[in-house]
């Protein structure tokens, strides 16, 4: 019997999500059996997602936060198709759980792998290696609002998107970033809003994050209109460290740090719930690919690489810096999927992270100290 076994709910739910958490899967299941009884995993898998949502109206089941409660973590797919409004199968699944579970703490790494080519001239020269906080609680995604007045007529109906932000939630992702920065080589948070135009919840953010970095003299700081964001990313990638921002500035802000990686088929996630009532999620950044879905062409790297992020929630930092090695092992010998650039597939590039782990068991000293996030 294992020293620890995890028991972990998976839900790949549409499309690609199937495939990339099947090989997931697989890996976290290799390095389980590798590991000399130290560590196992328990998979008890949920048919959620538009199929179910076809056949029984909603995207899980009625009782389904009460069943994924005592999982140790959730390992999410992709959710959405055609058949499903996004908001609908967002809403009635993702979200369901994040906001239900308190996750309020999203993290995106931004990491440019060897043998990726980036759109960004300075991933050539530069040592770019960022992360994205995401506020995942409140702000633009609350939830808030409604429809109104279609009793008008046609052309008549008005709609109300409220934004929410409290000093709460401004404070405690704001702390988490300063706090992640501290583990960090380059040790600073730069704060993301839009607060000359969004007077209120966004000025409330900058006067809670100038009232917590005074807390950290240790990590410089910096606060930054969304625009001006943006085009840092492309400019100035070299002073990023770790960006904290709101629900939707945050969101669109990490894909474009994907998209600049090379793909959105890289990018990891972790919805966290730090204080640990609750299991935390971790899921690729991509969507569910209807276009490529059951091809066998899909990148797994994002969601192997959201595995290593649940090995650092379990505790296994070691296991997760050998898992992100193996990740750069297998792009650096060229092991790489259509979307970037190569004409593996998923289950070829899945494979070789399998095989560069087990080549780096074999060689402890090629196991290098990886930054955690």
């Not at 590798?34 to 959620?48: I, L, R």
């Not at 633009?140 to 109104?148: H, I």
């Not at 998107?161 to 501290?182: M, P, V, Y």
């Not at 066998?296 to 650092?312: C, F, Q, T």
Request: net charge negative; glycine share 8%; hydrophobic share 45%.
């Amino acid at each position: 019997m294992a020293e620890q076994t995890f028991r972990i709910a998976s839900i790949p739910a549409d499309g690609v999500g199937k495939e990339v958490v099947a090989a997931g899967r697989r890996v976290l299941n290799a390095m389980a059996e590798a590991s000399d009884g130290s560590f196992a995993f328990e998979w008890q898998e949920f048919p959620w997602g538009s199929a179910y949502y076809a056949e029984h109206g909603v995207m899980m089941a009625e009782d389904g936060l009460e069943q994924l409660r005592d999982f140790d973590a959730i390992y999410f797919g992709a959710v959405g198709w055609e058949s499903v409004p996004d908001h609908v199968s967002l809403w009635g699944l993702r979200l369901n759980i994040t906001q239900n579970f308190d996750q309020w703490a999203n993290i995106r790494p931004v990491k440019f792998l060897p043998g990726v080519q980036s759109p960004l001239r300075k991933a050539d020269s530069e040592d770019l290696d960022w992360i994205v906080v995401r506020e995942n609680s409140e702000g633009e995604y609350a939830g808030l609002g409604g429809r109104n007045l279609s009793g008008r007529g046609p052309g008549e109906e008005v709609a109300i998107q409220s934004s929410l932000f409290t000093e709460k939630g401004c404070e405690r992702i704001i702390r988490f970033a300063f706090d992640l920065a501290r583990t960090r080589r380059v040790k600073k948070v730069s704060s993301v809003t839009k607060s000359n135009a969004q007077q209120y919840g966004m000025v409330l953010w900058d006067e809670v994050f100038q009232r917590v970095a005074a807390e950290y003299p240790d990590v410089a700081n910096e606060s930054v209109l969304v625009d001006a964001m943006s085009a840092k990313f492309i400019l100035h990638p070299e002073d990023l460290s770790v960006v904290v921002a709101s629900n939707l500035n945050a969101d669109i802000l990490s894909d474009l740090g994907s998209a600049l990686a090379g793909s959105l088929g890289l990018a990891a996630s972790a919805n966290l719930n730090p204080e640990r009532r609750f299991p935390s999620m971790f899921e690729p950044v991509h969507g569910s690919a209807p276009d490529i879905a059951g091809q066998e062409i899909s990148n797994p790297i994002g969601a192997i690489a959201s595995a290593a992020l649940m090995l650092d929630q379990f505790g296994l930092s070691d296991q997760a810096r050998r898992l992100e090695a193996a990740i750069e092992a297998t792009t650096g010998a060229g092991h790489l999927t259509r979307d970037i650039g190569g004409t593996s597939s998923t289950d070829e590039v899945t494979q070789a992270i399998i095989e560069a782990l087990a080549s780096a068991q074999s060689k402890p000293e090629a196991d290098a100290a990886y930054e955690t996030v």
